[in-house]
């Protein structure tokens, strides 16, 4: 953007006045006390979602047998609703006063209660007693994390054994919260054996929504996930809808979880955050979370009694943090760049705006004087979304290169139709808005412009008319 003047910068809302939007972030893992959700509040509230993933974590809640102790639960949903957030709650995990391999597991992380009759009813106790508890403040809950990956099905995953417990625990969130939209799924590994054997029990028909996560580096494999899920989950059951609830990567390498092989950087995990997110963004989902707030333990393969097993830190948030000696998120709580492209995304796609297809083409065959070549002019090459608000319209694209090998900077020119107001060049990354030189833009006609030599990254840039930044 070298020969562009910086005009601007994309001003962040808060929650409240977020307004009608799908974003969200993760604030999970509190049960297991991890970090300090008092250093994170107002942080989190300054990015404009709404939607925050916590867990719920009976082994926290029920220390003796039928008497449940919400009080720290409440302390996080009565914060995060002061600051005009909304939280929805992953119901999980196990407990070792009913299961004995859930005594030896950190945080009974991947210790489903169905074994016996005792530990089903004990779950179904429980799940109501919080339903109840939370009705009026908490409208979502999400059964299990994960039940497709041994980590978090610890005695070895099985679709059929899900889709049963995903229908009695259902029946248990709506007996204490009618009114509550429950969502099932929260799949990671897109395995059809797996997601049709649990379909196949009739789960589906007490699902209002299915939720997955979304873990690869290619936008074109996260897309077909999605889209595969979908195309099969809605031949069970026409009328769910759904929500992205996990996709993040880390800011460094070393790190423990997903994606940890990678060479990963904090530019490289900003981009990564606003390339899958506005894809997901796109599907239509009716949330779109990021994992995560904070940097923090994984903490889902430890054993009680072991600080070394769950002293793997994983760097997934758009927060950094220090650890202390029994691996807790410590320090200030620093923003990191990924932190300032969630908040840009957050601020810019809101309210009333619709994903359409707007009459844009490239131009193929003209002479860039960046480049000593012509522009990029291959579509098929590119990934572009467009989108339209009454103020105004924004056409967004990058180049969709190996995040992890390559950094791409080239140019594209365009010709645009039917699309009013002053065009701005938005750097999605950092929220910088750009005037777009009077050389660049020749009319061609009633209302048809063409933008020439436009700058082309490996992350979204977004060609804004009129309003539509706010």
Request: net charge negative; aromatic share 12%; glycine share 10%.
């Amino acid at each position: 953007m070298d020969n562009y003047k910086r005009i601007g910068e994309v001003p962040p809302v808060s929650a409240r006045e977020a307004g009608n939007t799908v974003w969200g972030l993760g604030f999970e893992k509190l049960d297991r006390a991890v970090f300090d959700p008092e250093k994170a509040y107002d942080k989190v509230a300054k990015l404009g979602v709404r939607h925050i993933r916590i867990q719920s974590g009976w082994a926290r809640s029920e220390k003796t047998k039928g008497i449940y102790e919400f009080e720290w639960l409440d302390e996080i949903v009565n914060n995060l609703i002061q600051r005009g957030l909304q939280p929805w709650i992953c119901l999980c995990y196990g407990n070792g006063l009913y299961d004995e391999a859930a005594r030896k597991v950190f945080g009974a992380v991947g210790c489903p209660p169905i074994q016996t009759e005792q530990q089903r009813q004990a779950w179904s106790n429980y799940v109501t007693a919080l339903t109840a508890h939370f009705r009026g403040q908490v409208s979502r809950y999400e059964i299990w994390n994960e039940p497709d990956g041994r980590w978090c099905w610890k005695h070895g995953v099985s679709g059929t054994e899900y889709g049963e417990f995903a229908k009695a625990t259902a029946a248990a969130i709506r007996k204490g919260d009618p009114d509550a939209e429950v969502i099932g799924g929260a799949v990671c590994l897109y395995d059809f054996d797996w997601l049709t054997e649990m379909f196949e029990t009739g789960a589906a028909e007490s699902l209002d929504a299915i939720s997955y996560h979304g873990y690869t580096p290619d936008e074109f494999r996260g897309i077909a996930n999605v889209r595969s899920l979908k195309s099969l989950s809605l031949r069970y059951n026409p009328k769910l809808r759904f929500i992205q609830g996990e996709t993040g990567t880390q800011s460094r390498e070393g790190g423990a979880g997903a994606l940890n092989e990678g060479a990963w950087t904090p530019e490289k995990q900003a981009k990564f955050l606003a390339r899958m997110l506005l894809v997901h963004f796109s599907e239509g989902v009716e949330i779109n979370s990021y994992f995560s707030c904070l940097d923090m333990i994984e903490a889902l393969n430890g054993k009680v009694g072991e600080k070394a097993s769950y002293q793997d830190y994983g760097y997934f948030g758009v927060l950094g943090a220090e650890f202390d000696a029994d691996g807790r998120s410590t320090g200030e709580y620093r923003p990191k760049p990924a932190y300032r492209t969630l908040q840009t995304l957050a601020a810019i796609f809101r309210g009333e705006l619709i994903a359409e297809e707007l009459p844009v083409r490239l131009l193929c065959d003209l002479p860039s004087p960046r480049l000593m070549r012509n522009d990029d002019s291959e579509k098929n090459e590119l990934l572009t979304f467009g989108y339209r608000k009454k103020q105004g319209a924004g056409f967004v694209y990058w180049k969709p290169v190996e995040l992890l090998t390559t950094t791409y900077a080239s140019t594209i020119s365009l010709e645009v139709a039917g699309v009013e107001g002053e065009p701005r060049l938005v750097d999605l990354l950092d929220g910088s808005i750009y005037a777009i030189p009077e050389s660049a833009i020749e009319i061609t006609g009633k209302n048809s412009r063409r933008f020439l030599h436009l700058p082309l990254r490996d992350y979204p840039l977004l060609l804004s008319f009129g309003n539509f930044i706010g």
